[in-house]
């Protein structure tokens, strides 16, 4: 100990000096910091300018599109905050803001309570490659062929929904084509197809417990119960919660299966999302303008329900003092 | 920042060997009915496969009289040959192809370079840049959908692949983020030597850090290639002839083209566009499984 504190000024000393550049020996050369600089700009070059050019800029003409009205062809006209006036009052906006909403709050509790559980599941075993092919083929399969083959399923006398009428003594539900079901076939869906990530994830974040803080509260008398509310859960709920947002985020943008497994926004609009009204205002009526504010109200929402989940973690999420 | 190994727990010190025998034997009950368990529902979760590939072989009489029977009856192979030839799968295979090999060679490439910048070479800015690389990830992709296109038409790369590969070539704020993780990992000592035999950085980069940044480019090849391939509503934006739909696009418009009448022809499509693509995940699942986890973690 006292060894070591001995060291510390000549070590800062050393630091003062070398903060001229990475490696003491390369001072001597006077003109290696300037190219090394140029180097740095050279490698990041390629990525700024892409980030400059396919995201900067798009980002910014949404931000101006929004305050306009253009079909592409005609004269572009500002109109100042109608687009986002009408937005807000247009009911295909209000029934997207829900049903992305619902469907997070929905898939997002269920999903990644149902992904802890199997991760602990699995933690306990020896050999478990077969299970994690099975929980993770879905993951791997396109969005499009997920929701073809769902379509198959939900249909009224298709394999799932026949099973559900069995289960429950009921008419089989005709999943698509009932406004109030349609949104819950979605639901279904996109847990299913995303449950073996959050699988995979969490049950990583489970190896990365130390054998031994585990053992000493077995040694401590922990039990099963207590192990796992007590250390496990807590230790894993950094990584948790970063699901959390990861997830939310996700399906608050859902897409691809309402557009394929509803035929774009299923029966009266039901399943109607964000991103479905962005694609539907600015590529099937051409209406860019609103389609932006649009875009610009996804953005908003994605940012203030993100930062909630921030401010909400402190309460939730458990951080060891030296992150491992 | 390392990679995961998902397949095998670190034993707990000094348990099972030396454990009671009434013990050993409850540990034994618990495994054998967590394996049930996890068996049922793993079976479960590929149902729907499964419901996929038998539907596909499925006759149309079968489809209308007995919907709900597992096993064709008879076997019905036309409907594979039928939807091969109704669209054209192949070209949409070489067009998923070789969009997502140079995608992915692209990422490598440039963002291994930044990441390794961003990690190593002090420059002024730097901090602000990956900054600015780190807040664009809050940005969704959709939110710039509109923009982007109206750009990839002035450019002329509206119906062209290039609206696909050179964006995600150049542009990938996570890769950047993952690679840099990657890079701050490696010891610095790595570099010292090299630095002192007058190596230039682009020396220092090629010759000593790629070589030993393979783990992190696998993990970004996996990710790429997922990604890319799945890809599903700017390709639908961008691209009008079939003839140079990707996968998923193909797909998608299979449905509306034949309808949901014969769906055994549409299960045939989704399984030629499914099947090769499960069995790579098979073949090459350790590293795959191994690679989302460790992005999973280092997004953390």
Redesign the interface.
């Known amino acids: 100990m006292s060894a070591t504190l001995a060291e510390k000024p000549a070590r800062v000393k050393t630091r003062h000096f070398s903060a001229q550049?990475?490696?003491p020996?390369?001072r001597k050369e006077a003109g290696w910091r300037k190219?090394?600089?140029?180097?740095?700009?050279v490698?990041?070059g390629?990525?700024?300018?892409?980030?400059v050019?396919?995201?900067?800029?798009?980002?910014a003409?949404?931000l101006v599109?929004a305050f306009a009205q253009w079909d592409?062809l005609t004269n572009l006209t500002w109109v100042g905050f109608k687009n986002f006036t009408d937005q807000l009052a247009d009911p295909l906006l209000h029934k997207s803001i829900i049903n992305i909403l619902l469907l997070a709050l929905i898939t997002v509790p269920i999903g990644l309570g149902l992904a802890v559980v199997?991760a602990v599941?699995?933690?306990?075993?020896?050999?478990?490659?077969?299970?994690?092919?099975?929980?993770?083929?879905?993951?791997?399969?396109?969005?499009?062929?997920?929701a073809?083959?769902?379509?198959?399923?939900f249909?009224s006398?298709?394999?799932f929904s026949?099973t559900i009428g069995k289960i429950f003594g009921i008419t089989p539900p005709d999943w698509l084509g009932d406004p109030k079901l349609a949104l819950i076939a979605v639901a279904i869906v996109s847990i299913?197809s995303s449950?073996?990530?959050n699988v995979?994830?969490f049950?990583?974040?489970l190896?990365?417990i130390s054998?031994?803080v585990?053992?000493a509260a077995r040694i401590d008398g922990a039990g099963w119960w207590s192990l796992f509310t007590k250390i496990r859960l807590p230790l894993l709920s950094?990584?948790i919660f970063?699901?959390t947002i990861?997830a939310f985020?996700s399906s608050?943008?859902t897409?691809?299966t309402v557009?394929?497994l509803t035929q774009n926004a299923g029966p009266d609009n039901a399943t109607r999302t964000i991103?479905y009204h962005?694609?539907d205002l600015?590529?099937g009526r051409f209406q860019?303008g609103p389609?932006?504010a649009a875009?610009?109200i996804?953005?908003v929402m994605?940012?203030v329900i993100?930062a909630i989940q921030f401010g909400a973690q402190k309460k939730f999420v458990h951080y060891e003092d030296d992150a491992a | 920042m390392s990679t995961q190994n998902l397949e095998e727990t670190k034993a707990p010190a000094g348990t099972t060997a030396k454990a009671p025998l009434r013990e050993r034997l409850a540990a034994i009950g618990i495994s054998s009915t967590l394996h049930i368990v996890l068996l049922v529902a793993g079976i479960a979760m590929v149902f729907p496969f499964l419901w996929m590939i038998a539907t596909s072989l499925k006759g149309l009489p079968q489809l209308l009289q007995d919907p709900l029977s597992f096993w064709p009856d008879p076997w019905t192979w036309s409907n594979f040959t039928e939807a091969w030839h109704a669209v054209p799968f192949a070209r949409a295979y070489l067009n998923s192809l070789y969009i997502a090999v140079l995608s992915i060679l692209g990422t490598l490439v440039t963002a291994s370079m930044a990441g390794y910048a961003f990690a190593r070479i002090k420059f002024r800015g730097s901090k602000a840049i990956f900054i600015v690389f780190l807040a664009t990830q809050m940005i969704p992709a959709q939110v710039t959908l509109v923009p982007f296109y109206l750009l990839m038409s002035k450019m002329g790369w509206i119906d062209s692949h290039l609206a696909l590969i050179v964006p995600a070539m150049m542009v990938n704020p996570f890769a950047v983020f993952l690679m840099r993780q990657f890079v701050l990992a490696l010891p610095k000592e790595l570099e010292e030597a090299a630095v002192i035999d007058g190596a230039s950085r682009w020396r220092l980069f090629w010759s000593v850090i790629l070589p030993n940044l393979k783990p992190g480019l696998g993990v970004l090849v996996i990710i790429t290639a997922l990604s890319v391939w799945n890809s599903f509503l700017f390709p639908l934006v961008l691209l009008n002839s079939p003839e140079l739909y990707t996968v998923p696009l193909l797909l998608a418009s299979f449905t509306s083209q034949f309808g949901s009448v014969n769906y055994g022809l549409v299960m045939a499509a989704s399984s030629i566009a499914t099947i090769p693509i499960l069995i790579a995940f098979v073949i090459g699942q350790r590293r795959i499984l191994n690679s989302m986890a460790a992005s999973g973690l280092g997004g953390k």
């Open positions: 550049g990475p490696f020996e390369m190219r090394d600089r140029a180097w740095g700009y490698f990041i390629p990525q700024v300018i892409g980030m050019l396919f995201v900067l800029i798009p980002f003409a949404s599109l592409g199997i599941a699995l933690e306990k075993l020896k050999t478990r490659t077969l299970y994690l092919i099975l929980f993770f083929a879905p993951v791997v399969t396109s969005t499009v062929a997920v073809m083959i769902w379509q198959q399923m249909r006398d298709g394999i026949a299913w449950l073996g990530l995979i994830i049950l990583a974040g190896q990365n054998p031994a585990i053992e950094p990584i970063f699901s990861v985020i608050m943008q897409f691809d557009f394929v991103v962005i694609y600015g590529f860019f389609s932006s875009a610009v996804l953005l994605t940012l993100t």
